[in-house]
C-alpha cells in the first residue's frame, strides 16, 4: 500500500487499541469493592461488640505495659473509657473514613497530651496505640472467619489502609505528646524562674517556700549565700550562667538582664560562717566582676542574701574581679547608704577637694597610700616615688586643711571611710 494512503487509512480508524491485561483496573476496582463490603460488615460487628473490645485491650495493656498497668491501680474507670474511645474512632473510621476522620484526630491528640500531662512514657503510648491497630485487624479476621470464611482472603487488599490509619494515629500521638511535653518544660521551667525570683526580691510568700525548695533542688532551712555575676559573657548568651559545679556542691543559677544570681548551698560545718562557701565554684572569667555576700539562714531570707551580694558587687572594680562582702565590711556601710557616704566624704575631704586638681590628686594619692602601708611613711614614699619627708609634709598639710589629726584614732577612722566613700561613689 502506498504510505499516503497508509496514513489516510490510520487517521480514518484512529489508533489501534491496546489491549488491556486480566484483572486489570476494571478487576481491581471490583476487588476493591468487595473488600470493602467484607471490612465495612465486620467492623459494624465490632462497633457492637465494643464493650469486649475494650475489656481485651485493657487486658493487654495490663499485662505488657508497667506504665499502664500503675494508670490503672490510680484510674481504672478513667483508662477503660479513654481506650474504648480510641477504639470507637477507629471502627467508626474503618466505615466512613472521611466523615470521621478529623474526630478520630481529635481523639488521639487529646490522648498524647493527657497522657503527657500525666507522665505516661511516650513508649508506652505508642506501643498501646499499635496493640489497640493489631487488636482491631484480629478481630476483622476473625468475624470474617467466622461469617464468611470465604471472604476473608479479600481483608488483604485494605490491610494496607488498615495499618496505614495506625501509623497515622501514632505520629499524630506523637506529636502531641511531645508538643505537650514542651509546653510543660516550659511552664516549670518559668515557674522555676518566677519562685527563683521571688526569693531573690524577697517577695516569696511562706506558703510558696515548700515549693521553692522543692523546684530548686536546695532545703528549706538550709544556709545560702547569693553570688552576683556579671560581665565575662556576651550579653546576648542566653540561659543561665555555665558554672562548673564540683560535685557535693548545690547551686541554683537564676539568669538576669545584667546580673546573673546563684543560690549556694552552705554546709554547717562552720556555723560562724567563716568559711568560702563558694571557693569550689569556677567563676573566674575574663572581665567578669563577681560578689558575694554574707551567709544567711533559710529560703526566706535569700533575699537579704540576694541585697548582700549587690553590696558586694557594686564595690568591684570596673575592670573585673571578686569582692567578699565580710572581707570589705567598711566600705559595704559607706556603699550600703550612698547619701550618707557623700556627706562623709564631702565633710572631712571637702577643703581638700576644692583644691586644684593637681595639687588634690597628690594629697589624696598621699593620704590613702599612707593608710594602705599601715602608717609608714617610708613604705608610702617608696609606693608614691618620693622622699618620707616629702610624705610627712603633705601628711602635715592635710591635717591643717581638715581640721584632723592622723595621730587620733577616731579622725584615722573618718579619713579612711571618707577616702573610701569618694573612690567607691563619685
Known sequence: MHPAVRTRAMIRTGPTPVPQPRGGRRGRSLIDADALVVLHRAARSLLDDLPDLTERLVA????????????MEGDYAGTWQEVHRSLRHSVLSLLDPRGNRDAARRCSWQI????????????????????????????????????????????????????????????????AYRQAE???????????????????????????????????????????????VTGGRPAAAAGARTVAVPPGTRVHWHPGGEVD???????????????????????????????IGNVVSGLATVGDARRLADLAL?????????????????????VSCPELGATLADRVLGPLLRLEPADRDVLLDTL????????????????????????????????????????????VVEISLALTARRLLR
Open 60 to 71: 493487654l495493656l495490663r499485662d505488657q505495659e508497667t506504665a499502664y498497668r500503675t494508670a
Open 112 to 175: 498524647g497530651v493527657r497522657r503527657a500531662e500525666q507522665g505516661l512514657p511516650l513508649d508506652a503510648l505508642l506501643h498501646a496505640f499499635r496493640l489497640g491497630g493489631s487488636l482491631v485487624w484480629q478481630r476483622l479476621v476473625e468475624e470474617t472467619s467466622r461469617t464468611a470464611p470465604e471472604d476473608v482472603r479479600l481483608l488483604v487488599h485494605v490491610a494496607t489502609d488498615v495499618w496505614d490509619f495506625v501509623d497515622e494515629h501514632c505520629t499524630l500521638v506523637a506529636d
Open 182 to 228: 514542651r509546653q510543660l518544660a516550659w511552664r516549670r521551667e518559668n515557674r522555676v524562674r518566677l519562685l527563683a525570683a521571688a526569693l531573690l526580691d524577697g517577695t516569696s510568700r511562706i506558703a510558696d517556700l515548700p515549693e521553692a525548695a522543692d523546684a530548686l533542688d536546695l532545703p528549706e532551712h538550709g544556709r545560702f549565700v547569693v553570688v552576683a
Open 261 to 291: 544570681y546563684g543560690i549556694v548551698l552552705v554546709g554547717d560545718e562552720d556555723p560562724e560562717g567563716d568559711e568560702d562557701p563558694v571557693q569550689a565554684l569556677d567563676l573566674s572569667a575574663p572581665g567578669s566582676r563577681i560578689g
Open 314 to 334: 557594686n564595690m568591684c572594680p570596673p575592670g573585673g574581679g571578686t569582692i567578699r562582702l565580710t572581707e570589705h565590711l567598711p566600705e559595704a556601710l559607706v
Open 368 to 411: 590613702s597610700a599612707w593608710l594602705t602601708c599601715d602608717g609608714s611613711a617610708q613604705r608610702a614614699g617608696e609606693r608614691l616615688y618620693c622622699h618620707r619627708n616629702t610624705v610627712l609634709n603633705r601628711l602635715r598639710r592635710c591635717e591643717q586643711l581638715t581640721g584632723r589629726s592622723l595621730a587620733r584614732p577616731l579622725d
